[in-house]
C-alpha cells in the first residue's frame, strides 16, 4: 500500500521560508519520480517542482530561484525548500507520484501553507 505523508507546512511572514517534506512507503522510492503540487482556493492545482530518480529537477516559473526540490533516497523522502515566500505562495501543498506500470497516481494528504503578515 503507498502512502505520502506531508509535514511542514503552517502560516509565515512574507519574505519567510518554510521546508516541506513529504514521506513515503509501499513503493521503491528511488525509481520514481516526485513531485511537489499546489491548489490554492479557487485555482486549479498546479505542478510546482519535480525531482527525477536520476536528480534531474524542474520548476514552475514563478517559484525557480525560491524553491529547491531535493530528495534522500535513503529516508524515503522528498523535501521542497521555500524561501523569500510571497502571498501567492498561499495554498495547500500536495506530494505527488505516479506509478507507470498500473498506470497509477498517489497523492499525499496535503499541508497548508499560508503566507500573511
Known amino acids: 500500500q503507498v502512502q505520502l505523508v506531508e509535514s511542514g507546512g503552517g502560516l509565515v511572514q512574507p519574505g519567510g521560508s518554510l521546508r516541506l517534506s513529504c514521506a513515503a512507503s509501499?513503493?521503491?522510492?528511488?525509481?520514481?519520480?516526485m513531485d511537489w503540487y499546489r491548489q490554492a482556493p479557487g485555482k486549479q492545482r498546479e505542478l510546482v517542482a519535480r525531482?527525477?530518480?536520476?536528480?534531474?529537477?524542474a520548476y514552475l516559473d514563478s517559484v525557480k530561484g525560491r524553491f529547491t526540490i531535493s530528495r534522500d533516497n535513503a529516508q524515503n523522502t522528498v523535501y521542497l525548500q521555500m524561501n523569500s515566500l510571497k502571498p501567492e505562495d498561499t495554498a495547500v501543498y500536495y506530494c505527488h507520484t505516479i506509478i507507470a506500470a498500473t498506470r497509477t497516481n498517489y497523492w499525499g494528504q496535503g499541508t497548508q501553507v499560508t503566507v500573511s503578515s
Open positions: 525531482i527525477e530518480s536520476g536528480g534531474y529537477t
Open positions: 509501499g513503493i521503491v522510492f528511488s525509481i520514481y519520480a
